[in-house]
Every structure is written in C-alpha cells, then in structure tokens.
C-alpha cells in the first residue's frame, strides 16, 4: 500500500451552521465549498489540497459511545495561536504545553471533537517549508 498523504479530515458534528461560524469564524478557517442539503462543509488548511471535512451526524455531541476525532494542525506558533484564539472567544483545554518539536494547545468544538494546534520550534528541520 502507498499512502500518499492526507485526502480529509472528516469531522462529525451536529449542526452545520453552528459548525460553520466555529470552524470558518472562531478558528479562522476557508470554507472551500458547502453542501447544505448533504449536510457537509470542506475547510482549507493553508495552502494544502486536504482540508477539514465537517459532516452532519445525529451522534455527534451525545454522551456514549459515538463519533468523536483529534486532529493536530502545525502552525508557526502555538503560543501565539492560542491567543488569537482567546480573542476570538474560543477557549483552549489547558494552557499550551511543551511537546517534542515545540509547544502545542488544543481546543473542542461544541461536538467534543479536539483541534490541536502544534508547531516546531524545537525541530525546525522537521516543519513543513514556508514560503
């Protein structure tokens, strides 16, 4: 098998406008395209083909076992990103912690899906190249 790198992300959540204003608004996020109707919307990350693919799921959000996801996306700057976050009223779960290549910090949309923000400062070797 050869894997050829990331296609999407598919994310369950419960409701596509709330979804919307979160992803698009709180976490600054390019709607690619929405399909209302299919109850699917794709969002760009950077400057890269795959994106964040949030669909409608009646499970999404309700205790038990049900669909839930982590995703982490690299970035410049954790730390900084957590406190744009801050300001545009999305709390992260903890403060941003150390992790091997740098500093990371997470955030649940109302789903209780994790977006996790990490960057490389530590191992700039390893990130990817910017233009």
Same mark, same amino acid.
């Given at each position: 098998?050869?894997?050829?790198?990331?296609?999407?992300v598919l994310i369950p959540v419960g409701d596509l406008a709330a979804a919307r204003r979160y992803y698009a608004d709180g976490l600054g996020l390019k709607v690619k395209f929405e399909m209302e109707a299919q109850g699917v919307a794709?969002?760009?990350?950077?400057? &890269?083909a795959p994106g964040i693919l949030v669909r409608v799921d009646a499970?999404?959000?309700?205790?038990? *076992?049900?669909?839930?996801?982590?995703?982490?996306? &690299?970035? *410049?700057?954790?730390?900084?990103v957590s406190a744009e976050?801050? &300001?545009r009223g999305i709390r992260p779960l903890a403060a941003p912690f150390e992790v091997g290549t740098g500093w990371a910090v997470e955030v649940a949309d109302p789903w209780g899906n994790v977006i996790?923000?990490?960057?490389?400062?530590?191992? *700039? &070797?390893?990130s990817r190249p910017r233009p």
């Open positions: 098998m050869d894997i050829l790198g990331v296609d999407n794709l969002f760009s990350v950077g400057a &890269e499970r999404a959000g309700r205790p038990g *076992p049900g669909p839930a996801m982590r995703l982490w996306l &690299e970035v *410049p700057d954790a730390r900084a976050l801050g &300001e996790g923000f990490t960057d490389y400062l530590k191992r *700039p &070797e390893l």
